[in-house]
């Protein structure tokens, strides 16, 4: 301290020369001068750089075939990764299936998951793909038969049109092995491959075209021209919460009420009950493993990498609804269920796969906050659909169609409630010049009046041509028949032992 007030005593800083009037008029204009030329040069900065770097707000429209082909590349990488995610959701489907299920018909939901998948990987190349995303007309799809006479890329994404059929075969995969959730038990092996056929090969991909063929009439709805005009909107349905899971949970309904219960099972109403799982540890495990999947299932569906703002907030969505439908499933069953003051397990997991599926129709269009609440009311369709089927007698052993058809329902109506104004994905990024708008948003009713109408058309005509396919399937003569035989149902091992002569869990 001393030293330092010995220098400020004896050094005379520089700063603090005496200035004339003249030196300090022209050392002000010179600061004045400099900080106009800065500001100047910081505008015309802020004019020229953003229309160089070609920025999304600012740059043309215009790529050069150079550029157009890397994200192309970027972005069929993505759809085929994406693939592979909603392909692995087999897995889950597997071990949710077969750890709901008792311990007797575990090889049943393994051998019939497998079989649905290789089933489904045939038909959806020799004319599933064709009915679905082909051009024909409203109904169906009339083209490209065995993946013939196809074009190099499919429509306008730019990505090649065999990498958008791997990406379509996940889908389709999954909608088939949601209808096997609900008639674990009593269908028999034989049965399942005929409506397997029927469902995979033709209800799901004729009434998918509707939505999402290039022509189908629900996607040009409301357009001059077409169906309902008058309308003035289309069908929405970004990554299947109809198309996906109410066809396959509504399916599963079908099969559910013409196979009628399991033998002996026993309706809580008459004062039974649901059978316990044999297994929560890999039901629980397959619903993470289900919840993984639908990273590729949802962000996915943009096909598009390019789109940064818009697969990161379907990610967030997705997962904000999940987040709020498990704990409100939770809570029911806590407060309202047969186990009151308990938190149970399966309604939870049930819970957070039906925020999944409701928030997968509206996933590109909403808010975070939106995606909250409509899971959260996810959360109470599931567990108020599982108890309404357990009221009706309804035997659906994993909560299939409350899950996926309802919770899809419910999804795609929410979409005209909760839309917030984004407007639609694309190749080279996102496409704000038609924003779409609920009713909670401003835009009326229009978006809701849509999506009503679409989700009753699909999920009626659904109902309908499947619950006819089972009951003609139902009417065969054994082994044929939808239903297996009741020595194979209650017979020693079950349906394990009756239909492939194995146990998950042999005897020591």
Not at 103 to 115: D, G, K, P, Q, Y
């Amino acid at each position: 301290m001393l030293f330092l007030k010995n220098i400020s005593k004896t050094a005379t800083p520089t700063i603090c020369v005496p200035l004339s009037k003249s030196q300090k008029w022209k050392l002000g204009l010179g600061i004045f001068l400099g900080k106009m030329l800065g500001l100047f040069i910081v505008l015309i900065a802020m004019k020229m750089i953003p229309a160089l770097i070609a920025t999304k707000a600012y740059a043309g429209d215009t790529y050069t075939a150079h550029e157009t082909s890397t994200m192309n590349s970027i972005n069929t990488v993505w759809t085929l990764v994406a693939a592979f995610l909603v392909f692995g959701m087999q897995a889950g489907f597997i071990m949710l299936e077969a750890g709901f299920a008792r311990a007797r018909e575990t090889v049943n939901v393994l051998m019939e998951c497998i079989f649905d998948t290789c089933l489904c990987g045939l038909l959806f190349w020799a004319i599933g793909y064709s009915f679905m995303f082909s051009h024909g007309n409203g109904f169906i799809g009339l083209n490209w038969f065995f993946l013939q006479g196809t074009p190099a890329t499919y429509e306008t994404t730019g990505i090649p049109l065999l990498a958008h059929w791997i990406f379509q075969f996940a889908f389709a995969d999954t909608c088939s092995t949601i209808v096997s959730g609900a008639m674990i038990g009593r269908t028999a092996f034989r049965g399942d491959i005929i409506y397997s056929i029927g469902i995979t090969g033709f209800i799901y991909p004729i009434i998918g075209h509707w939505a999402w063929g290039p022509d189908g009439f629900l996607a040009t709805m409301g357009s001059t021209g077409y169906f309902l005009p008058t309308l003035g909107n289309g069908f929405r349905d970004f990554a299947g919460s109809t198309v996906v899971h109410t066809i396959g949970g509504i399916a599963s309904l079908a099969g559910a009420v013409v196979l009628g219960p399991r033998i002996g099972r026993i309706f809580k109403r008459d004062g039974g009950g649901m059978p316990a799982p044999h297994n929560l540890t890999i039901a629980a495990v397959g619903g993470f493993i289900l919840w993984f999947g639908w990273y590729g299932f949802n962000p996915g569906s943009t096909l598009s990498a390019m789109d940064a703002d818009g697969i990161g907030r379907v990610a967030t969505n997705t997962t904000l609804a999940a987040c709020a439908a498990g704990m409100t499933a939770m809570y029911m069953a806590l407060w309202f269920g047969d186990t009151k003051g308990k938190f149970d397990l399966g309604y939870t997991v049930n819970g957070f796969l039906g925020g999944l599926v409701a928030i997968t129709c509206p996933c590109y269009w909403v808010s975070p906050f939106g995606a909250v609440m409509l899971g959260a009311v996810a959360g109470i369709v599931v567990w108020l659909g599982v108890n309404m089927l357990e009221y009706l007698r309804v035997d659906d052993p994993i909560g299939a169609v409350a899950v996926h058809g309802f919770a899809g329902i419910w999804g795609t109506l929410s979409l005209g409630l909760f839309a917030a104004g984004f407007g639609a994905t694309g190749p080279t990024g996102a496409d704000l010049s038609s924003p779409v708008k609920g009713l909670f948003y401003g835009g009326g009713i229009g978006v809701l009046k849509a999506q009503f109408i679409g989700s009753a058309t699909i999920t009626i005509a659904t109902f309908v041509v499947t619950y006819v396919m089972m009951w003609l399937i139902k009417q065969l003569p054994h082994p044929y028949n939808l239903r297996v035989e009741a020595k194979g149902e209650t017979g020693p091992g079950g349906l394990d032992m009756y239909d492939h002569g194995s146990s998950a869990y042999p005897a020591q």
